[in-house]
């Protein structure tokens, strides 16, 4: 059973840029497809983006689509995501996922904070 540690939240301006990682132990990590999603106060938990196993495919969020990039790298065991632009509306609680399928998600990491000050 994989194991997932999101790395990388913090505080930062709007219009600023983080990037998120998430590292997997245990697993075939490389067979999996990954995701991120975030919740945000007060709403419901929403797909960010996904990546296939082999980063061929990938889909975006439509509040995302064109700032964020997800990418992955199977040596390391490890999914990214890079947050360009931000807004203080993409203040949530980000949490990487990971499923044998690109729509199913079996396993969540404990998620990490980004803040986006005005």
């Known amino acids: 059973q994989v194991q997932l540690v999101e790395l990388g939240g913090g505080l930062v301006q709007a219009g600023g840029s983080l990037r998120l990682s998430c590292a997997a132990s245990?697993?075939?990590?490389?067979?999996?497809?990954m995701a991120w999603f975030r919740r945000r106060p007060g709403k419901e938990r929403e797909l960010v983006a996904k990546?296939?196993?082999?980063?061929?495919?990938?889909n975006y969020g439509d509040a995302v689509e064109g700032r964020f990039t997800v990418s992955r790298d199977n040596t390391k065991r490890t999914v990214y995501l890079q947050m360009n632009s931000l807004k203080p509306e993409d203040t949530a609680v980000y949490y990487c996922?990971?499923?044998?399928?690109?729509?199913?998600?079996?396993?969540w990491g404990q998620g990490t904070q980004v803040t986006v000050s005005a």
């Open positions: 990546i296939s196993w082999n980063g061929d495919n990938t």
């Open positions: 245990g697993g075939t990590f490389s067979r999996l497809a």
């Open positions: 996922a990971a499923g044998p399928h690109y729509f199913s998600w079996h396993t």
